[in-house]
C-alpha cells in the first residue's frame, strides 16, 4: 500500500514537446505529492508539489495534475528545452512536513530531442 | 537557502574496510536526516531516519550493524558502511529537514559514490 506507481519508464520528446509523466497511488492518507528532477550523478532536486486538496498547480513550465478520485497524479513540462533531459521521480507523502519520509516512484528517464 | 552538502562526493575502498559519509545542512537547523540508497538506474530507496540526539529508525531489510548512522549535531548526520562488500556500491544520498519551517520538504545532497572493490 506504500508503492507509487511511474510510468513510463523512459520517453523521448521533441523539442517544445509536453512530455507527461504519471503517478499512481494506493495508500489514501498520502496527503503530499512533490515531483523531483534528478540530473546523473546529482542528488534529486524539488520541482513543484501538490496537496490532495487541489486539482492542478503550475510553476513556470511544470504543472501538475491531481485525480484525488482516481488517486492518480501526473506531471506536464510545457515548451520542453533540451535542458530538461533528467530522470524525474513522483513521491508521496503521509504530510507536507519535511520530516515525513518519502516514498518514491521507480522513474521517468526524459530526453528532450533538438 | 536550504543547501544540503555531502562528503566525500566520491569514495573508493577495499572489501572489508570501513568508510564513513558525511551529511551537512549548510544554512539550516535539521532536527531529521534522511539516508537514501539508489543503485544504477534505479529510484531512491529510504534506508534510515535519523533524528538528531537519538537513535536512528531503519526501514525494513536495512542491517542497523552494518549500516551505523550517528546524527550528532542539528547539522550534521553520518553515515558509516561497515564492512564493506562490493554489494554496497552504490549511491549513497542524504536529505535533511529544516528545523522550524514545518511546510518545507526535504533537501537532498549531491549524493556519495561508494566502490567497494
Known amino acids: 500500500q506504500q508503492q507509487v506507481k511511474q510510468s513510463p519508464q523512459s520517453l523521448i520528446v521533441q523539442k517544445g514537446g509536453i512530455p507527461i509523466i504519471n503517478c499512481a497511488y494506493e495508500n489514501t492518507a498520502f496527503d503530499y505529492f512533490p515531483w523531483y528532477q534528478q540530473f546523473p550523478g546529482k542528488g534529486p532536486a524539488l520541482l513543484i508539489a501538490i496537496r490532495p486538496d487541489v486539482s492542478e498547480k503550475k510553476e513556470g513550465r511544470f504543472t501538475i495534475s491531481f485525480n484525488k478520485s482516481a488517486k492518480q497524479f501526473s506531471l506536464h513540462i510545457m515548451d520542453s528545452q533540451p535542458g530538461d533531459s533528467a530522470t524525474y521521480f513522483c513521491?508521496?507523502?503521509?504530510?507536507?512536513?519535511?520530516?515525513?519520509?518519502?516514498?518514491f516512484g521507480t522513474g521517468t528517464r526524459l530526453t528532450i530531442i533538438p | 537557502g536550504a543547501v544540503v552538502s555531502q562528503h566525500p562526493s566520491r569514495v573508493i575502498c577495499k572489501s572489508g574496510t570501513s568508510v564513513k559519509i558525511e551529511c551537512r545542512s549548510l544554512d539550516f537547523q535539521a532536527t531529521t536526516m534522511f539516508w537514501y540508497r539508489q543503485f544504477p538506474k534505479q529510484s531512491l530507496m529510504l534506508m534510515a531516519t535519523?533524528?538528531?540526539?537519538?537513535?536512528?529508525?531503519?526501514e525494513q531489510g536495512v542491517e542497523k550493524d552494518k549500516f551505523l548512522i550517528n546524527h550528532a549535531s542539528l547539522t550534521l548526520s553520518t553515515l558509516t558502511v561497515t564492512s564493506a562488500h562490493p554489494e554496497d556500491s552504490s549511491f549513497y544520498i542524504c536529505s535533511a529537514s529544516p528545523w522550524g519551517r514545518s511546510t518545507d520538504t526535504q533537501y537532498f545532497g549531491p549524493g556519495t559514490r561508494l566502490t567497494v572493490l
Open positions: 535519523s533524528n538528531e540526539g537519538s537513535k536512528a529508525t531503519y
Open positions: 513521491a508521496a507523502s503521509l504530510s507536507h512536513f519535511g520530516n515525513e519520509k518519502l516514498t
